[in-house]
């Protein structure tokens, strides 16, 4: 069963009644590491990319593991402009990966449940607006928001409506999950647990983006 197959088998959903998908040539990663990144530089190196095409829309299949117990993600095309203000560590990692939209037998990891991680479409959610949808949670109790929203940016977005935000410049983390069961994350100091959280040991977007690859890398 191909990479493909596999994805397909797990993935039901991905396609709609009626679509079918252009399906290429597996091959061997050949674009080299990304700098600050070893944990994912070295993850990406042992992949297989599968292209694929549905509707017209280009998408690559990430995929490791022995045959039977693979595992990936369907991510967009690399991407290489230099429009988009998002940190530096994001900007390296779209030359060679545009992002990840469906994942199949992935361990758990920050990325779980997430419809969209490190993608154009999450880096364009427009944070105030989900922001101010949620002001009552601090403003009830007379806090004014800690962050300035334009100097932040989605990295991931879960179904549910919980954002995980880096800053543009530095990278700093943060999550704004007012519908949340997570482990190991600690509310901003003042703030209500459901509204904006800090990943206990997990500072800044390189840190998370290592931190992920690595349990993809090992499990």
Known sequence: MSDWEQFLDEVSWFLRPGESAAVGE?????????DGL????ALLASATVTPV??????FELLAWGSSGHRRGWLCQPPREQEGDYVARTHMSFWKACGGIVERFSEPTTWWTNQDEVLTVGAAHVRIADALNDYAWLWEDTGLELPIDPDEYYAVAVEANGNLTL???????LLLFAPDHDFAGVTPVVGFP?????????????????EACAA???YQ
Do not use: C, F, K
Not at 38 to 41: I, K, N, Q, T, Y
């Open 215 to 217: 349990v993809w890398r």
């Open 53 to 58: 095409s549905v509707g017209g829309t280009d």
């Open 166 to 172: 880096a800053h543009r410049n530095d990278g700093h």
């Open 26 to 34: 597996a091959r061997p990663w050949a674009r080299g590491s990304i």
């Open 193 to 209: 647990p459901y509204s904006l959280l800090t990943i206990d040991g997990v500072p800044d977007l390189a840190t998370w983006m």
């Open 38 to 41: 070893p944990e994912l530089s």
